[in-house]
Each structure stands twice: as C-alpha cells, then as structure tokens.
C-alpha cells in the first residue's frame, strides 16, 4: 500500500470505524453511570442552595487554596495542556473544516501561528508532567499503565499533527496519515481509558456538588 492509498484508508473506513467504536463506547460508558441510579435522598436538605452543582464545576475547575503553591507543576502544566489541546482541535483552521463536514458547523479559526504555539506549549507541558510523575515518589508509585497510556494516546497526535504541518521526518502524505491514525486510536481507546475524564469531570463534579448542597456543606 502506497503512501497516497494509505491516508486514502486513514481518511475513510479507519476514521469511520474509530467514531463508531468512539460513540458507542462514550454511550456504553454514559449508560453505565447514569445505570447507576441515585439513591432517593429522604432527609430534609438543610440549606436551600439552587445551581450548587453547576457552581462545584467552576469551583473544582480551579486549583484549591495554596495547592497552586504546593503543586505548581501539576496544576500551570495541566492548564497549559488542556487549553494547548483545546486550541488545536477546535481553532485550527483545517479542524474546523472537518467539523463543518461531519455537522455542518463552522466558526472563526486562530492563526497558524498561534494554534502552532499552543501546540508546541502543550507537548512540552506533556513531556514536564511526566518527568514530574517519573520524579515525584509518591505519584510515581501510583502511576499505573493506564497513566502512561492516556500520556501516550494524548501526546501522538499533537507530535505527529505538528510534525505533520511543519514536513518534518517523513514525508508528508505518510506523516498526515500517521496522525489521523492516531487521532483514530485516541477516539477508538477514549471511552476505555482515564481519558475518560473528558465526559465523567463534569458529571462527577455536578452530582458532588449537589449532594453537598443539599447537606449543607462547601464545595
């Protein structure tokens, strides 16, 4: 298979194959916790705190008090990342022309330019938290393959994307190809992975939120 019959593939049945297997899995996933259920809660809530759930997922989005002091790498390197990543996927003018394709949707993109900075910021946010965890005792004995795995399948198609614009390595047809293949296998593992968090943060942070105002306690 040449290079040309290779994207040819990446660019049709892979990529219908991996949003297939992404949807159904982020379904099952969703199924599974909202299958659940919640205990019906019988006691009287004791404050009358409307919106605490939606408040807890901008409270917990920000770094706890002094925690950004004792932790500086974990909480600047993951904000770089997220935003970084963010940037790429939905600024970056030929993203958004492969959204526009699949829903019809279209918006502003940023500059090359700084949707290429913010990529080069992420990687390297990627490569100091996982020096921090490699170096940190405690994190490093809890870290387990899933970690490595979700550092890998988020740090794929951001090299191989950059790598990619900037021709570097291999040739182009083949590099495009190697990062839809990644992008590909980061939607076909998401659901299955940490990465995961993606849908869960919000819904996990929402639902303690709530119950803690319903009890009465800060969240």
């Given amino acids: 298979m040449n290079h040309l019959d290779l994207l040819t593939f ?13 949807v159904a899995g982020v379904a099952l996933r969703l199924f599974e916790i909202f299958g659940l259920g919640r205990k019906a809660d019988l006691a009287r809530p004791r404050t009358d705190s409307p919106g605490s759930g939606w408040r807890t997922i901008v409270t917990r989005s920000l770094p706890p008090e002094g925690m950004l002091k004792r932790e500086p790498v974990t909480y600047i390197g993951g904000f770089v990342f997220h935003i970084g990543l963010f940037v790429a996927i939905f600024f ?10 699949m829903t019809g949707l279209g918006w502003p993109s940023l500059s090359s330019a700084l949707v290429d900075a913010s990529v080069v910021a992420a990687i390297v946010a990627l490569a100091v938290l996982l020096a921090h965890r490699l170096n940190h005792p405690v994190k490093r004995l809890l870290s387990t393959f899933g970690d490595y795995l979700a550092w890998t399948l988020a740090l794929l198609p951001l090299l191989t994307g950059y790598m990619a614009y900037h021709h570097l390595m291999l040739e182009y047809t083949l590099m495009l ?15 299955f992975t940490k990465l995961f968090h993606t849908f869960s943060v919000f819904i996990s942070r929402w639902y303690n939120g709530d119950i803690f105002g319903r009890k ?4």
């Avoid at 990446?10 to 992404?22: D, P, T, V």
Wanted: a neutral charge; glycine letters at 4%; proline letters at 5%.
């Fill in 92 to 101: 970056f003018a030929p993203h958004i022309e492969f959204f526009r394709s």
């Fill in 177 to 191: 190809a190697m990062h839809l293949f990644s992008v590909e296998l980061l939607l076909a593992l998401l659901p």
């Fill in 10 to 22: 990446a660019r049709g049945s892979a990529l219908n194959w991996a949003l297939i297997i992404f």
């Fill in 216 to 219: 009465g306690v800060a969240s």
